[in-house]
């Protein structure tokens, strides 16, 4: 997948493409069907695949304190477009100059790449303050001879797929339900931190990441069946987002992955944490006796939740 990462740049491609066009901030399955209409279109015209988004929400630029929370990190954008099959990334800064272009500015700014057919989903706009629509693209696209596919929001049920629900669901701890309209299930990805060791006196090590440097949705406080993924290897786990409150000696949330059938040392390193299901909330125990008669019950449940996936 070749990347552009400024407008600058987009002289230097001239290769006939299908472009779609997307802010793209989650990747859940409406941002998806866009990129796939386009791929189908390219490959059935024998074009490249192009994707035009921002490498930064345009609200960090608009209104900086209603910069909704992410869902993915940059490295799992690039990672999930190449993956979807694109062969040309144009993923540029929402910066001012780019916010002050009016839709024909910006059309103008697109044509330098050899485009031939641009692909939207239906609330798709663009240009400054959003005055650009798809009313404003058929004209263009009529007038250039090119062709526009727009592509309906997609729904599940009776819920249309949109990342502010997406937020919502992960904050409520709903990661099934988020995972039906991702197509995936939600993940975090940090670096393992040196805790306190008290997993490995209960029975039940875990490897820990500190979520105050979150750069992603924190799902609610509780208990899940989780996914862990070490250097691509895969396993099953049980993690805990919280405070510890029957120690209370946590003063910021964390996420604690007790990993199943994993042995060696993870100090240091990344791990991913994919959530399945949340199995229950944050209690505060009376003893320690009684927590890990918890533990022992969550890793039951966990494991028949991990097992039935």
């Known amino acids: 997948m070749e990347l552009i990462s400024s407008l600058a740049q987009l002289h230097k491609v001239q290769v006939p493409c299908v472009i779609a066009l997307g802010t793209f901030d989650g990747l859940h399955l409406g941002h998806q069907d866009v990129i796939k ?45 190449q993956e979807l099959g694109v062969d040309l990334l144009v993923n540029v800064p929402f910066d001012r100059k780019l916010a002050k272009l009016s839709p024909e500015e910006f059309l103008a700014q697109l044509e ?28 263009y696209a009529a007038a250039k001879g090119c062709d526009l596919l727009v592509c309906r929001l997609v729904s599940i049920g009776q819920r249309v797929i949109s990342s502010t ?15 039906q ?26 490897a820990n990441i500190e979520l105050q440097a979150a750069k992603v949705a924190v799902p609610l406080v509780g208990v899940y069946a989780v996914q862990a993924f070490v250097d691509e290897h895969s396993y099953q786990g049980m993690g805990n987002i919280g405070n510890n409150p029957t120690f209370g000696d946590v003063e910021q949330a964390r996420l604690e992955v007790n990993i199943f059938d994993y042995s060696g040392n993870l100090y240091g390193r ?28 969550d890793k039951l449940a966990c494991r028949r939740i991990l097992e039935n996936l």
Do not use: W
């Open 270 to 297: 990344e791990l991913t944490v994919a959530f399945c299901q949340r199995v229950r909330g944050e209690v505060k125990f009376q003893g320690i006796e009684q927590l890990v008669a918890q533990l022992e019950q």
């Open 112 to 139: 330098q790449l050899d485009f031939r057919c641009l692909v939207v989903g239906e609330n798709f706009s663009f240009g400054y303050h959003g005055v650009g629509n798809q009313q404003t693209l058929a004209d």
């Open 37 to 81: 209409r386009a791929r189908d279109y390219a490959a059935a015209h024998g074009l490249r695949l192009a994707v035009f988004t921002f490498s930064n929400h345009p609200m960090t630029l608009i209104d900086p304190q209603c910069v909704p929370v992410a869902l993915i990190t940059q490295e799992q954008k690039l990672r999930y477009f």
């Open 165 to 179: 629900t997406i937020r919502q669901l992960i904050m409520a701890g709903k990661v099934m339900e988020a995972q």
């Open 181 to 206: 309209l991702l197509g995936r299930p939600y993940s975090l990805t940090g670096i393992v931190s040196k805790g306190n060791q008290r997993g490995n006196l209960l029975g039940f090590p875990t």
